[in-house]
C-alpha cells in the first residue's frame, strides 16, 4: 500500500535562509500576483473615468465602491471588499503593492495560496469594518492597506512559531523588520491626516488571528490547540465588530436622490426663469394683453413652480445629510416663486398695479445664490 503523500516540513537545523527554502518548495505566488495586477488594472480603468493620476476626487471613489459609511451601511455592503482594491493616487498605489509583493509573496509562500487568499480577505475586510465604526458617517476610505496589514500580522505569527528553527539573524530581519513597518505605519497615521488608522489596525490584528488559526499542515497537537482559540478570537472580533456598527445619520439612497432632485431642479428653474423674464419683457408690444400675459404666467411658470415643489416636497431627507439646508432652500424658493407667480396672474387678470407690483417683489425674496432677478413690471 504507497504511503500517503505530506507537504515536507522546513529542515531549518543548519539554518538555512529561510527564503531559499520557501522558493524551492514554493516558487510560484499566483495569488499575489493576481492581487497586485487586478489593483493596477482597476486603478488604469478609474483614470479612464474622471480619476487623477496623483489625487482622485471622493466622487469618483464612491462611483467605484469606496467604503463610506452612510452609502455602505444602506445596504451597499459589497463596498467593504470593493474598497480593498480602490487607491486616491499613484503614490498610495505604488506604496501599498510594494508592501503586497514584499510581504505577500513571503506569507503566500508560508500558509499557501488558499490560506494565504482567506488571510488577505479577512484582514481587509476586517479592516474596514472597523474604519466603519471608527470613521462614523465622516470619510470615504478605500486601498489594500487593511490587508497589507493582516499579511504582515500573518508572517510576525509564522516568524514567531518558526522562531527556534530559524537563523537569529534572519528570525530579527524578518520578525522585527514586519513590526517595524507596523510601527511606523500607523504612528505615521497618527501625524497625517487622511489615513485611516483604524482600517490598518484592524487589519493588523485580524491578520495576527488568521494567521495562528491557520498554521502550517506540520503543526504539532499544541498548535492545534492554539489554533482553534486563535480562531474563536477571529470569529468573536468579528461578531463584536458587526453588532457595533452604528446606525447611519442618513441613507445615502435618499441623498443621492435628492441630489439628483436639486440638480434636476436648477436646470428646470433656469429654463423657467428665462421663459419669465421673455414674458414680461414682451409686455411691452403694445398688442400685448394682460389676460394673455396672465395665461402664459400661468402655464409657463405657475405650473412648472406648482410642479417642482411639490416634487421637491416628497423627498424625505435626514436633517444630518449634506443636501439638507439646499434642499430646504430650494422648496422655499420654489414655494416663494409658485406662489408669486399666481399672485401675479391674479393682478394682471384684475388689472391691478399695486398687486401686480406686490407679486414681482414678492418673487424678488427667495433669490437662489448668485441669481439675478430681471423681471420688470410689465406696462398698463
Not at 363 to 373: D, F, I, S, V
Request: charged share 15%; aromatic share 8%.
Amino acid at each position: 500500500m504507497p504511503a500517503a503523500s505530506t507537504v515536507p516540513p522546513l529542515t531549518l537545523s543548519s539554518h538555512p535562509p529561510l527564503i531559499d527554502q520557501l522558493l524551492r518548495r514554493t516558487p510560484l505566488v499566483p495569488v499575489t500576483q493576481i492581487l497586485i495586477a487586478a489593483n493596477l488594472l482597476i486603478f488604469v480603468l478609474m483614470l479612464g473615468y474622471g480619476a487623477g493620476l496623483l489625487h482622485t476626487s471622493n466622487s469618483v471613489q464612491l462611483t467605484w465602491g469606496a467604503n463610506f459609511g452612510p452609502a455602505t451601511k444602506d445596504g451597499e455592503w459589497w463596498r467593504l471588499g470593493s474598497a480593498l482594491f480602490l487607491h486616491f493616487g499613484l503614490l498610495h498605489l505604488a506604496m501599498n503593492m510594494l508592501s503586497l509583493w514584499d510581504g505577500g509573496r513571503l506569507v503566500e509562500r508560508m500558509y499557501g495560496s488558499g490560506r494565504f487568499l482567506l488571510i488577505y480577505f479577512c484582514s481587509g475586510l476586517s479592516g474596514n469594518l472597523l474604519s466603519l465604526i471608527a470613521q462614523g458617517d465622516q470619510a470615504v476610505s478605500g486601498g489594500a492597506s487593511g490587508a497589507i496589514f493582516g499579511v504582515y500580522g500573518a508572517l510576525m505569527v509564522f516568524l514567531w512559531r518558526e522562531r527556534s528553527r530559524l537563523h537569529p539573524s534572519e528570525f530579527k530581519r524578518l520578525f522585527w523588520g514586519a513590526i517595524g513597518f507596523s510601527i511606523v505605519t500607523i504612528a505615521l497615521g497618527l501625524q497625517v491626516t487622511g489615513i485611516d488608522n483604524a482600517a490598518h489596525i484592524g487589519g493588523l490584528l485580524a491578520g495576527i488571528l488568521a494567521g495562528a488559526a491557520l498554521p502550517r499542515p506540520e503543526a504539532s497537537a499544541s498548535a492545534g490547540r492554539s489554533r482553534w482559540l486563535a480562531a474563536g478570537g477571529l470569529t468573536l472580533s468579528l461578531a463584536l465588530l458587526i453588532a457595533n456598527i452604528p446606525a447611519p445619520r442618513y441613507r445615502w439612497s435618499e441623498e443621492v436622490l435628492a441630489r439628483g432632485e436639486i440638480s434636476e431642479f436648477l436646470g428646470v428653474d433656469a429654463r423657467i426663469s428665462a421663459r419669465w423674464d421673455a414674458i414680461l419683457g414682451s409686455a411691452r408690444d403694445k398688442n400685448a394683453t394682460f389676460d394673455a400675459l396672465a395665461g402664459r404666467i400661468e402655464s409657463e411658470v405657475s405650473s412648472p413652480y406648482a410642479q417642482s415643489f411639490e416634487q421637491l416636497a416628497k423627498l424625505h431627507l435626514s436633517a444630518a445629510a449634506p443636501s439638507a439646508a439646499a434642499l430646504e432652500k430650494l422648496r422655499t424658493y420654489a414655494e416663494v416663486r409658485r406662489d408669486a407667480s399666481r399672485a401675479l396672474v391674479q393682478g394682471l387678470r384684475a388689472k391691478d398695479p399695486e398687486r401686480i407690483r406686490e407679486a414681482l417683489e414678492l418673487a424678488k425674496t427667495p433669490q437662489l445664490a448668485g441669481k439675478k432677478n430681471s423681471a420688470t413690471s410689465p406696462s398698463p
